[in-house]
């Protein structure tokens, strides 16, 4: 008695001209085998992804040197804090936006450039 193998059932239901059952035309196996296979792959990827993680937080890390432990960073706030922020937009005498018309406010927002002095120096 020869053990005959899926593949061999299948083909053999072909060439008849029969139905091919489908326990023997499945495209994967299921099982011990495969779900190993998958584990396995599962934790290789899980060790390279750590494994690359940890070998870059250092690069990560150094990009800002500017980590607000500085005394550098604290002396932005520095100063009077009851003192009300100048205005960037015209504002009344109690603080509250107004809309004067047009050329009668002065330009808040304008940066204050001086002209530059060899321009003054040169004779016209």
């Not at 593949?7 to 239901?13: F, G, I, P, S, T």
């Not at 091919?20 to 990827?45: D, F, K, M, N, P």
């Amino acid at each position: 008695m020869t053990h005959e193998s899926p593949h061999d059932k299948a083909a053999d239901a072909v060439h008849e001209g029969r139905p091919v059952e489908a326990q023997y035309v499945r495209g994967g196996r299921g099982g011990v085998r495969i779900l190993t296979l998958l584990v396995v792959s599962l934790a290789a990827v899980a060790i390279l992804l750590l494994g690359m993680w940890f070998v870059s937080q250092g690069g990560f890390a150094a990009t800002n040197a500017n980590d607000g432990d500085q005394a550098v960073d604290a002396q932005a706030f520095k100063g009077d804090a009851a003192t009300p922020p100048t205005a960037d937009a015209p504002t009344t005498a109690a603080g509250e936006p107004t809309s004067p018309p047009a050329g009668e406010a002065p330009n808040v927002n304008a940066p204050a450039v001086a002209p530059p002095a060899e321009a003054e120096a040169q004779p016209h």
